[in-house]
């Protein structure tokens, strides 16, 4: 007996809906710059206020220094990542120009690349042909085809440079100032315990976002940047007490 819940007149079962993969953009350059401006700011902030809190100076001291460490810091964290994201931007902009170029000069020639490629994964002669044919009818779609396939550009997808570095500011920011703060609350050895212990939970943190964000071992990438954080924080503290300041 046909279930007309689940087959046709025919007595044919349909087949089940397909469930959609979603894919996250990691491709603009904000997750990018967001990741590494916070773990950047933490690591590079704590080595400088431990650093400077080694040679036991007075509190003030360290606090100016800690503020000087982020601010600095995170310019010229965002004004690296915008111009790394503008340069990367111009030479994709520059290659798909040139390739707009060749399909307006040799369209044939550009037909048949699209041919070969197709024909190299699989589609039958005849088919590939067509497709190809069909694909260069349209010199926008040409152009994106070709930027995919030749170049691995996606036009559509160069990233945003302003994007990029208000991000890495922002959590160049965030991070840096985790191991600031006890040394606007106490001072002295509590002061650095303190500004250590934060970093150092901050740290773990931080491995955990990322490691949910790239589907990694927890424990693997939290003991990472665990290291990251610590070794840069004892090697400065270690060198702050050996060089001392009389403050």
Known sequence: MVDPLTSD????RPEPPVEEHHHRDVRGGAAR????????????NVGLILGVAGADPAPAVVRVAGLAGLVAGAISMAAGEYNSMRVQAELFEREVTLERIEIRRNPHVETAEL???????????????AL??????DEELAVRTHAREEL?????????????AVSSFAAFCAGAVIPLVPWF??????ATVASLVAALIAAVVIGVVIARFTERPAWRVAGRQLAFTAVPAALTYTIGSLVGVNV
């Not at 041919?115 to 042909?129: E, F, I, M, N, T």
């Not at 190809?132 to 009818?137: D, P, R, T, Y």
Request: hydrophobic residues 45%.
């Open 9 to 12: 007149p025919d007595g044919v």
């Open 33 to 44: 710059a967001a990741v590494f401006g916070v773990s950047d700011g933490l690591v590079s």
């Open 115 to 129: 041919d070969q490629l197709y024909q190299s994964r699989g589609v039958a002669p005849a088919a590939a042909r």
């Open 132 to 137: 190809a044919e069909s694909v260069m009818a």
């Open 152 to 164: 691995g550009i996606d036009p559509d997808e160069l990233g945003s440079p302003t994007g990029a």
């Open 185 to 190: 609350i106490t001072s002295g050895v509590a």
